[in-house]
């Protein structure tokens, strides 16, 4: 009977720990999952509708190094596909094969994840981008 009572206790315990981590209390909604080839020069943006608090977990996998992503707002994007200039981004990653990454959104709006290749040939690129509420 002594057993029996620890073995629950330990059962509650382990529960109760699980439950306080947060382990089942994350809500992540992929919103994009798919494999583009971007030809030179070409991009795809992704518009992502965010609230504050929220977090994006950033998954990018190409066939070869080159690729460039940007995490904009709203304004800053439509500066990059004007002038391909901008004043200001969340997140920058140059010359890249690989990257995972989580971000945390500060700010209502909506958000644009770019991959842009301005290498001279074909990149194949495979993205996930998940919304974590």
Not at 69 to 75: Q, S
Request: contains cysteine; hydrophobic residues 40%; proline residues 2%.
């Amino acid at each position: 009977m002594r057993y029996g009572i620890l073995t629950v206790l330990l059962l509650g315990m382990l529960i109760f720990l699980l439950g306080a981590n947060g382990c089942s209390c994350v809500n992540e909604t992929v919103i994009v999952n798919e494999t583009v080839n971007l030809g030179a020069g070409g991009y795809k943006a992704y518009p992502i509708s965010c609230k504050n608090g929220n977090r994006l977990r950033i998954f990018i996998n190409a066939s070869s190094s080159g690729i460039n992503f940007y995490l904009f707002d709203e304004a800053n994007y439509n500066d990059w596909i004007t002038y391909h200039t901008y004043s200001y981004h969340y997140i920058l990653a140059e010359g890249i094969k690989k990257l995972d990454q989580i971000y945390t959104i500060y700010a209502d709006g909506t958000y644009y994840a770019v991959i842009y290749n301005p290498t001279g040939s074909t990149i194949e690129v495979a993205i996930t981008l998940g919304l974590i509420t």
